[in-house]
C-alpha cells in the first residue's frame, strides 16, 4: 500500500514528507492504522547520530488499529486498539525466562539494522528499500510492526494519550515503580523533569512515596511538578545547597530513593549524595559513551546503598501499558497535561526544533493524529 511519512533522508536534515510503500505482514506481523505518534527525544537523537541508516521512516511511540494479523499472530486481532513498543521481546532467553523482559536482547540487532526482526524491511521509497525505527516507524499513516509489539488497550482509550505510554510514560513510571520499588511512605528524588521524570513523580505517587521532591535547573519546570505529585521541588543549580536542602526535608538524613533521569553523570553522583544509607539510586537516564560516573569510595561499604541501571523503566509492556491505561480512564493518572501540542506531521520539524531550543517546554510531548 502506498501512505504519507515522515522520512529522515540525511542526519541534522529536516524530515521530509513523502509517499513510501508498505508491504503486507509477514506471519509473526501485524498491520497497523497509526492514530497517533508522539515526538521524542530519541527520535532527535537517532536524527543526529551518524550511524542511522537512510532513508528511514521516524518514530516510536505510537498507537493505532489493528488492520491485518499475520497467520501466526496471537497478541491481537483486527480491530483492537494497541499501544506499540519498540522493545519486543522473545519469552524464551535467559533474561525473559528471569522475567527480565526489558533486558531481551533479541531486537537490538534489527533495531540497529533498521529492519523487522527477520533483518528484512516492509518500507519502500522511490522503489528502494527504506529503513525501521525501533522496528515500529510511527511517524507514517500505517505500520507493519513485530506482534510482540502490539500491546492492546480499552478501545475507550484516547489516542491522542496512548500514544505516550510506549517510552517515556511508562519509563519513568516503571523507575519509580519497578527498578527502584518505592514503598508507601517513603521518600523519593527525581532529578530531570522532562517527559521520562515527570512520569518518575507519578510512579512513586502511584506507589505511595509521601515525600516526593522534584529537582530540575528549569524554573518553569519546577512550578509544574505540583501537578504530577510532587510534594516539594528543589532547584539543582547549586548541587551542595540541594543536597542540604533535601536533608532537610528528610530529618537530615537523605532520601530513600533517588532516581537520575537527566543523563547527566554530575547528577549521577548528586542523587547518591542526597541519599540516605540503604537508599535506592536508579539510573534512567542514558549517559553518553566516554563519561564516567564517579562516587566517594571512603565508607563504601557502610552505607549499604544500591545504585542501579534501568532500561524502559523495568517495564514489561504486557503488563504495565494497559495498567497505566486504566489508571488515566479511572482519573488517577495524568497523561492530558502532558501534552504540549497537537500538530500535522508536515509540521513535524517544529517538534524538533523545539528539543533543541533550551527555553521550550519539555514536560511532555507533541503528538501527531492522523
Not at 527520535?43 to 498507537?63: C, F, K, W, Y
Not at 486498539?81 to 519469552?91: A, D, E, I, K, T
Not at 528502494?128 to 482509550?157: D, G, I, N, R
Not at 534501568?310 to 502532558?338: K, N, W
Request: with cysteine.
Amino acid at each position: 500500500m502506498k501512505m504519507k511519512a515522515a522520512v529522515m533522508t540525511g542526519v541534522n536534515e529536516p524530515l521530509e514528507i513523502r509517499e513510501v510503500e508498505l508491504d503486507p505482514p509477514k506471519d509473526d506481523e501485524v498491520l497497523v492504522k497509526i492514530l497517533a505518534t508522539a515526538v521524542c527525544h530519541s527520535d532527535l537523537n537517532t536524527l543526529e547520530d551518524p550511524t542511522t541508516p537512510v532513508p528511514q521512516i521516524l518514530g516510536h511511540e505510537g498507537a493505532g488499529e489493528v488492520i491485518e494479523v499475520g497467520m501466526r499472530v496471537t497478541t491481537c486481532k483486527p480491530g483492537d486498539r494497541v499501544v506499540l513498543s519498540w522493545l519486543p521481546y522473545c519469552g524464551t532467553c535467559p533474561y525473559c525466562r528471569a522475567g527480565k523482559t526489558n533486558l531481551c536482547e533479541t531486537a537490538f540487532e534489527p533495531m540497529f539494522g533498521g529492519t523487522l526482526m527477520d533483518r528484512t524491511s516492509r518500507l519502500h521509497l522511490d522503489g528502494k528499500p527504506a529503513y525501521h525505527m525501533s522496528l515500529l516507524s510511527t511517524f507514517a499513516e500505517y505500520a507493519v510492526v513485530p506482534a510482540m509489539s502490539c500491546v492492546v488497550v480499552p478501545k475507550k482509550m484516547p489516542m491522542d494519550k496512548a500514544c505516550m505510554i510506549g517510552c517515556g510514560v511508562s519509563t519513568g513510571y516503571g523507575a519509580a515503580v519497578h527498578a527502584a520499588g518505592v514503598q508507601p511512605g517513603s521518600s523519593v528524588a527525581i532529578f530531570g523533569l522532562g517527559g521520562v521524570g515527570t512520569n518518575a513523580v507519578q510512579g512513586a505517587r502511584c506507589a505511595g512515596a509521601t515525600t516526593i521532591i522534584a529537582c530540575d535547573v528549569k524554573e518553569s519546570n519546577l512550578e509544574r511538578a505540583g501537578l504530577y505529585g510532587a510534594t516539594d521541588t528543589i532547584n539543582t543549580s547549586d548541587p551542595d545547597a540541594a543536597v542540604e536542602k533535601i536533608k532537610e526535608l528528610t530529618d537530615g538524613l537523605g532520601v530513600e530513593y533517588a532516581i537520575d533521569c537527566t543523563g547527566n553523570v554530575d547528577v549521577g553522583n548528586l542523587s547518591w549524595r542526597c541519599s540516605r544509607k540503604g537508599a535506592t539510586i536508579v539510573v534512567i537516564g542514558a549517559y553518553p559513551e566516554g563519561r564516567e560516573l564517579k562516587l566517594p569510595a571512603g565508607g563504601f561499604h557502610r552505607f549499604g546503598k544500591v545504585l542501579k541501571g534501568s532500561f524502559y523503566g523495568d517495564v514489561d509492556p504486557f503488563r504495565d501499558f494497559p495498567a497505566i491505561a486504566h489508571m488515566y480512564l479511572d482519573g488517577t493518572y495524568d497523561l492530558d497535561s502532558q501534552i504540549i501540542d497537537k500538530i500535522a506531521l508536515e509540521d513535524i520539524n517544529s517538534a524538533f526544533d523545539a528539543f533543541r531550543d533550551p527555553d521550550a517546554d519539555n514536560m511532555g510531548r507533541y503528538i501527531i493524529e492522523f
